[in-house]
C-alpha cells in the first residue's frame, strides 16, 4: 500500500520538479514584476485578476461581475484602515494560496471523507531566501 504510494507520488512530482527547475513553467506567468509592487493598489489588482485569473475567454460577458464579486470577497475580509501596496499584495497571495492548495484540498477532503487526513501549517519565513528590497512584516496566516 505504501509503496503504491510512493509510486504515485514520485510520478507526480518528478515531472512537476523538472519544469520547475527548467524554469519552463506557468509561475511564472503567475507573478507580479518588482517594479510594480510598490505601486500596486485596487486597479492593479483587479487588473491581475482580468489578466491572470479571470479572463474573458473564459468568462464571456460575466467577466466583469466576476472580477467585482472576486475582489469585494479578497478587499473585504479582515480590511485594515490603512490600504497600502503591502494589503493588495497580501490578498493575491490570498487569491493564489486558495486557488493553488485551499480548494484543491478542500476537494480532496470532500472525496476522501472518512479516511484518515492531518493538514499542517508552515509558519516559518527564511528571510535569506527573500529579497532585501521586499520587507516581510509578519508570517502569513489566516
Same mark, same amino acid.
Given at each position: 500500500?505504501?509503496?503504491?504510494?510512493?509510486?504515485?507520488?514520485?510520478?507526480?512530482?518528478?515531472?512537476?520538479?523538472?519544469?520547475?527547475?527548467?524554469?519552463?513553467?506557468?509561475?511564472? *506567468?503567475? %507573478?507580479?514584476?518588482?517594479?510594480?509592487?510598490? $505601486?500596486?493598489?485596487? @486597479?492593479?489588482?483587479? &487588473? /491581475?485578476?482580468?489578466? +491572470?485569473?479571470?479572463?474573458?475567454? *473564459?468568462? %464571456?460577458?460575466?467577466?466583469?461581475?466576476?472580477? $467585482?464579486?472576486?475582489? @469585494?470577497?479578497?478587499? &473585504? /475580509?479582515?480590511?485594515? +484602515?490603512?490600504?497600502?501596496?503591502?494589503?493588495?499584495?497580501?490578498?493575491?497571495?490570498?487569491?493564489?494560496?486558495?486557488?493553488?492548495?485551499?480548494?484543491?484540498?478542500?476537494?480532496?477532503?470532500?472525496?476522501?471523507?472518512?479516511?484518515?487526513?492531518?493538514?499542517?501549517?508552515?509558519?516559518?519565513?527564511?528571510?535569506?531566501?527573500?529579497?532585501?528590497?521586499?520587507?516581510?512584516?509578519?508570517?502569513?496566516?489566516?
Amino acid at each position: 500500500m505504501i509503496n503504491s504510494f510512493i509510486k504515485k507520488i514520485s510520478k507526480f512530482f518528478y515531472p512537476i520538479s523538472q519544469v520547475l527547475i527548467l524554469g519552463n513553467n506557468s509561475l511564472r *506567468y503567475l %507573478g507580479i514584476p518588482k517594479d510594480e509592487l510598490n $505601486e500596486f493598489g485596487i @486597479n492593479q489588482f483587479k &487588473n /491581475y485578476l482580468r489578466q +491572470k485569473i479571470i479572463k474573458k475567454e *473564459y468568462f %464571456g460577458d460575466f467577466t466583469e461581475k466576476v472580477v $467585482e464579486h472576486i475582489s @469585494n470577497f479578497y478587499l &473585504n /475580509y479582515d480590511k485594515p +484602515k490603512n490600504l497600502d501596496n503591502w494589503f493588495y499584495l497580501e490578498r493575491i497571495v490570498y487569491l493564489m494560496t486558495d486557488i493553488q492548495f485551499i480548494i484543491p484540498l478542500a476537494t480532496e477532503i470532500q472525496n476522501k471523507q472518512g479516511w484518515p487526513l492531518h493538514i499542517y501549517i508552515n509558519s516559518y519565513i527564511n528571510k535569506k531566501l527573500i529579497p532585501s528590497e521586499i520587507k516581510i512584516k509578519k508570517k502569513f496566516s489566516r
